[in-house]
């Protein structure tokens, strides 16, 4: 069994070139261009009162990649974590494939399309809000700004290689745990194979727990390892992480796929939130993906940055990812300092026609198999947020999140009362205490409705609200204090509320920033 290949991800970030149009000539070669680095934002902005249409244009990014005949046997493609919003690719002028969400992850395959020597590699990325797909279509309430703004990277594998792992934790809170190795594998050509894959379990200090190994010649595997014991627990104050190397070799080569994860158990129910079978109210902000000046383009430091704030500054236990699938970086810092996360897929009230819907439960499935070994997240927005009810398409998406990930609960954000709950958990933006002009010795006045008010239900279920005030009373550290003190005061009030209302998991509140 040759075992002289293994598989490697570099990155792929620096001395692009970048043209701020596009035409038909710059597919084959460089001209009137400035050198830049990924993560990009196209166009830098002002720090308000700017024309979005600026950056709703045609931009070109270009690189070259050297190829040697000489590594034939690899198979190499390009990934790209995130580009807004539409991506076209080419390779040395002919057209490869186009990536139409700028918030999921794609992958390109190069092998048999290279040229010994320098090779050109372009991807001219359109800003503009095409309503033929999410979130686009109608008014959005954020700002999509272009450019290639998260890695990209190069990787190197054999013809037979690890696609995919999940991770699955059971028997969580008994002495002795489980743990399931989900395996994918992909094989380039159809070719056939036979070989061996490797579960090895390490925990957080690097020390090898357990490990197991099997012969496999088909594209799915599951392992198991059981009675496992001594594991601690993931959790907010003491997020300890595991870590799953998955080790493939066939004749093809040697793939090695290493996955971060943690034992815990989380659940939502009709008396509230349980982390490892413990009763926890969810204080949190939702958080938006943008900066001023540079939009998108924020590397892995700020992304950490953003969930330190939220954790340790500003003492939340939970952020939405309001609303689209953010950073790798910034939940991968979640699970390190154990901040818990609702994600949920792209989309601001608008649901467009069949194909956009199919589009969007594409999204639901990139997004799950994007981050379901994330301990931090718990729940899977699979709503586009304040939409109407559509009973077939949410049908869809909670059928693909439940298919995909039977350990997590679904969520549907909405701001409509009596709406039909195809969900795990009713997740509702709440306003209600923006509305009153606020007293300081107000009495009676609502502060959060009941859920049965909100849900029409004769009975309590799974209940989350996922947005409060921000909006409602506008606020900047520039106010004066009086009005900064009336800020604070309404978001007290709401937690205050929630926390006396034992048929509400916990509360959201717009905004950790605006835009």
């Known amino acids: 069994m040759k075992k002289n290949l293994m598989s490697k991800k570099q990155q792929f970030n620096n001395s692009w070139t970048f043209h701020d149009h596009y035409n038909d000539g710059l597919l084959s070669k460089f001209c009137n261009s400035v050198q830049v680095d990924i993560p990009h934002n196209a166009v830098d902005l002002p720090f308000n009162y700017f024309d979005e249409n600026l950056y709703q244009n045609k931009f070109t990014y270009q690189k070259e990649l050297y190829w040697s005949n000489c590594t034939d046997s690899k198979e190499i493609s390009l990934v790209f974590d995130g580009v807004m919003a539409e991506a076209k690719v080419y390779l040395n002028g002919e057209f490869l494939a186009s990536h139409t969400c700028g918030y999921t992850p794609f992958k390109l395959r190069l092998t048999n399309k290279l040229n010994h020597g320098n090779n050109l590699i372009t991807v001219v990325v359109d800003g503009s809000e095409n309503p033929k797909y999410p979130p686009f279509g109608n008014r959005i309430d954020y700002l999509t700004y272009a450019g290639i703004y998260r890695d990209v990277w190069l990787e190197e594998t054999s013809s037979v290689f690890i696609e995919n792992v999940k991770i699955e934790t059971n028997d969580t809170l008994k002495s002795q745990k489980e743990v399931i190795i989900k395996s994918y594998i992909q094989s380039f050509e159809n070719v056939q194979f036979e070989g061996v894959i490797t579960a090895k379990l390490y925990d957080d200090k690097n020390n090898l727990i357990r490990e197991k190994k099997e012969k496999i010649n088909s594209d799915f595997i599951e392992l198991s390892l059981q009675n496992l014991t001594d594991i601690h627990l993931w959790d907010l104050d003491t997020p300890v992480l595991y870590r799953i190397d998955v080790i493939l070799e066939t004749d093809y080569g040697v ?11 989380a659940e939502f129910r009709k008396n509230g939130f349980f982390l490892n079978g413990r ?33 340790n500054f500003l003492g939340c236990n939970m952020v939405r990812t309001s609303h689209y699938p953010q950073s790798k970086y910034f939940l991968d810092y979640c699970d390190k300092i154990g901040l818990l996360v609702f994600e949920e897929i792209p989309g601001w009230q608008h649901i467009g026609d069949e194909a956009w819907k199919n589009l969007s439960v594409k999204n639901t499935k990139k997004m799950i198999e994007r981050d379901w070994n994330h301990p931090s997240i718990v729940i899977w927005g699979v709503r586009i947020n304040e939409s109407e009810d559509d009973h077939d398409f949410y049908k869809k998406t909670n059928e693909v999140a439940h298919q995909l990930d039977s350990t997590r609960q679904t969520g549907g954000v909405r701001c409509i009362a009596n709406s039909e709950m195809l969900e795990d958990v009713y ?4 306003f ?10 107000y009495l009676g006045n609502v502060v959060l409705k009941d859920q049965k008010e909100i849900t029409g239900l004769d009975q309590n279920v799974p209940y989350l609200v996922t947005e ?40 959201i509140g717009w905004c950790m920033f605006d835009y």
């Open 468 to 507: 409060y005030n921000g909006h409602m009373f506008p606020t900047k550290t520039t106010d004066n204090e009086e009005r900064q003190a009336e800020h604070v005061l309404r978001h007290l009030d709401v937690v205050n509320a929630m926390y006396g209302d034992p048929n509400i998991s916990g509360c």
């Open 255 to 265: 793939d090695i796929y290493p996955s971060s994860f943690g034992f815990r158990e």
């Open 427 to 430: 997740t509702m933006n709440d």
């Open 279 to 311: 009763l926890i109210k969810l204080l949190g902000l939702n958080r938006h993906q943008s900066y001023p000046y540079i939009g998108y383009a924020l590397g892995q430091a700020s992304q950490e940055k953003d969930a330190d704030i939220l954790k």
């Open 432 to 441: 209600s205490h923006g509305d009153l002009v606020r007293n300081p010795r």
